[in-house]
């Protein structure tokens, strides 16, 4: 863009620059602004100003990004090696399994919007569940299911799919970091993180495979049992789920010690 001046930039039509600010990618924001904003033209200083707002956002995403991969370089730091974040999708609903997830990554890797999976939209899950497992160096995903929890209780079996999870990796992780709990009996360095899901790349990475993982069996299970609002609800206990429960009675993925007061 160095061909645009302070004698020219004033020949260019309003829509010519929108068009320009459009085609640049976002590394050339700051020198469209800085040659477009000798421009006294309110619409033009609006696309500067737009192209402006967008700076600021990719830095603070920048600095998030490099907020959550914290814990990651501390345990490198200590002289750790292979570090995995755990994390787990469904301890609450009443049908279906728990899901967990265990993701590997080489030091500060940056997955742009990766974040706690509560906190993303089904689609923006979706685009990183592919993301994610292309750029860990090691991921496994592990299941127990509703006889499981009802014969184990929720919290051993979201244990028993943890581990199954870590069971799964080729490489051995040496640290832990986990969704703030402590998995029994296993024999390297756990750091339980409250809120980890948000704190830690590799913990936010591990909820959404998690996540993601889950939701598209409860769409099977959608298909195989209609009537429970399964692709909407998940299995968490909506007016729509108890409806069909009423209406139909349980299903095979039902949690019976989630339903003990219903026959």
């Known amino acids: ?9 004033n020949k260019l039509k309003t829509k010519d620059i929108k068009t320009i600010s459009e085609k640049i990618n976002i590394v050339e924001y700051r020198e469209f602004i800085d040659i477009f ?25 920048f600095k998030r990004l490099e907020k959550i991969n ?43 919007g990766i974040n706690d999976s509560k906190k993303l939209s089904e689609a923006k899950r979706e685009e990183l569940f592919s993301i994610i497992k292309e750029k860990a160096i090691d991921y496994g995903i592990g299941i127990a299911d509703n006889l499981e929890i009802d014969r184990y209780n929720i919290l051993n079996a979201t244990y028993i799919a943890m581990k199954r999870a870590i069971s799964e ?4 992780p040496d640290c832990l970091l986990n969704d703030a709990v402590i998995i029994p009996e296993l024999h390297c360095k756990q750091i339980p993180i409250i809120k980890g899901d948000s704190k830690s790349i590799s913990i936010a990475a591990a909820s959404i495979l998690a996540k ?11 298909k195989k049992f ?28 039902h949690r019976e010690s989630f339903l003990k007061n219903i026959k």
């Open 212 to 222: 993601v993982t889950r939701d598209r069996m409860m769409y099977e299970y959608d």
């Open 1 to 9: 863009m160095n061909q645009y001046n302070v004698d020219n930039i």
């Open 169 to 172: 990796l080729k490489l051995k």
């Open 226 to 253: 209609p009537g429970y609002g399964f692709s909407s609800n998940k299995g968490y206990g909506t007016a729509e789920h108890y409806k069909g429960i009423e209406k139909y009675g349980k299903t095979k993925i």
């Open 37 to 61: 904003k000798l421009d006294n033209r309110k619409s033009i200083q609006d696309i500067c100003n737009k192209l402006e707002k967008k700076l600021e956002k990719q830095s603070l995403e």
């Open 70 to 112: 914290f814990y990651e370089n501390q345990a490198r730091n200590e002289g750790y090696i292979y570090i995995g974040g755990v994390d787990e999708a469904g301890r609450g609903p009443l049908a279906g399994p728990v899901v967990a997830a265990v993701v590997l990554f080489e030091r500060d890797t940056k997955i742009e």
